[in-house]
């Protein structure tokens, strides 16, 4: 069975500085990948997705992120943070069959 | 066009009662999902919805659980004699259909639902 691991519960960063979520998943094949973003006591807002093709996708708010199959991640980025972006962050893996498959969050905190 | 909606955004109620929670997905969305969001379990999957067909119901926790869906649209989650282990914030989901591996679902803003 799929699996997704996101290894870092919590991460503060400094509004303007870069910040990077890191995202790890477990299936045999391409899985297709989603980072959802959520707001608090807001339902799941999709930040990007991955199906195939280039492996840096980009996505709304100015994130992306990098599929790299040989380290079966895919972490999503942002240059420069803005303290909007304090939400919690979710990755997510859509293999076979309609369900996902969540990590467990990370919590990010934007210090001004 | 409208999101996803769900009803009651809150809802607070006593061990042992039963609770419907309901949740309209996007208009021409064909598949709509089921997703309870815990501190202990994080985000579980309960159950897909392909028409008013129930095709994996994998993730219902217990018999207590149960949800339908009638006119392809607007579906009910019942959770019967509701326990405390039971507060969660339930999450809905649609996505156009389920025809390829390639769809995206798009989430409801969720009903938090309290048992105490």
């Known amino acids: 069975a799929q699996s997704v691991t996101q290894p870092d519960i919590h991460i503060t960063v400094s509004e303007g500085a870069s910040l990077e979520l890191r995202c790890n998943y477990s299936?045999?094949?391409?899985?297709?990948l989603f980072w959802y973003v959520q707001s608090p006591g807001q339902g799941l807002q999709l930040l990007l997705k991955y199906f195939s093709g280039d492996t840096l996708v980009q996505g709304i708010k100015g994130f992306e992120a990098e599929f790299k199959r040989s380290q079966s991640s895919f972490n999503l980025r942002k240059p420069s943070v803005h303290w909007s972006d304090a939400a919690e962050y979710f990755c997510?893996?859509?293999?076979?069959?309609?369900?996902?498959?969540f990590g467990g969050g990370t919590r990010v905190l934007v210090k001004p | 066009g409208a999101g996803v909606s769900q009803s009651p955004s809150n809802k607070v109620t006593e061990k042992g009662k039963d609770v419907e929670l309901r949740c309209d997905p996007i208009s021409g969305h064909t598949a709509l999902y089921w997703y309870r969001q815990s501190l202990g379990q994080g985000l579980e999957f309960l159950i897909y919805f392909q028409g008013n067909s129930a095709p994996d119901k994998s993730g219902l926790p217990s018999d207590r659980f149960s949800a339908e869906r009638t006119g392809g649209s607007v579906s009910t989650l019942t959770i019967q004699r509701t326990q405390q282990e039971d507060s969660a914030v339930y999450l809905c989901a649609s996505s156009l259909s389920s025809g390829t591996d390639q769809e995206t679902q798009y989430f409801g803003p969720g009903t938090r639902l309290l048992v105490l």
């Open positions: 299936y045999g094949a391409t899985p297709y």
């Open positions: 997510a893996v859509k293999a076979a069959g309609n369900k996902l498959t």
